[in-house]
């Protein structure tokens, strides 16, 4: 199936806005159901719902932003395409595998070289967050000047260098034209 080819019909529109707002369901769900068990209920789950939780929480995410991923792909969620494909996010996407890179550095210093055992108040859960976060990028921003540009820079010029340069066959043929004008 092509974004040409997609079915275009109401039934098939209506079916991508069902199958994009269970997906956004499913994800607010899977964000909001652990504090289920924090604070007065902690420890309420038992074993059996923390092990279906962490075995397939992460899978369920994949699958759910795959299934947006798609729709925002043959069109069927125009507005949520057009804001995560908006011209702004480009220095954060370019910045995200050296912030996935540098996030457990920047977590296990922190907790490295806190004083006191965490405590999970919403005010501290969300300032270790944005902590982390400021951190993680900032990190993935110097990997990219001291890396990652440097040598998109140098792999560049190595590409143009090698398209100016014949080919060696082209170099062979050459060679040869002119070792048979010289000898005649």
Known sequence: VTR?????SAAARSAAKAAGAAAAAV????????????????????TAASALYLTFGRPIWAACWAVITLLC????????????SHRYWTPL????????????LVIKLAA??????????????LYRWAGNCVLSFSCAFVLWAL???PMMTLIGEAWKSR???????????EQYKEAAAASA
């Open 4 to 8: 040409e080819s997609r079915p275009s």
């Open 27 to 46: 994800l607010l769900f899977l964000v909001f159901i652990p504090s289920t068990d924090f604070g007065s209920k902690k420890n309420s789950w038992g």
């Open 73 to 84: 792909y043959y069109g069927y969620l125009p507005m949520v395409d057009a804001v995560l």
């Open 93 to 104: 996407a370019r910045l995200t595998y050296g912030a996935y890179l540098s996030h457990p």
């Open 112 to 125: 490295g070289c806190a004083v006191q055992y965490y405590t999970f108040s919403t005010q501290d859960m």
């Open 147 to 149: 890396v990652e540009r």
């Open 163 to 173: 398209s100016r340069t014949p080919p060696r066959e082209a170099r062979a043929c």
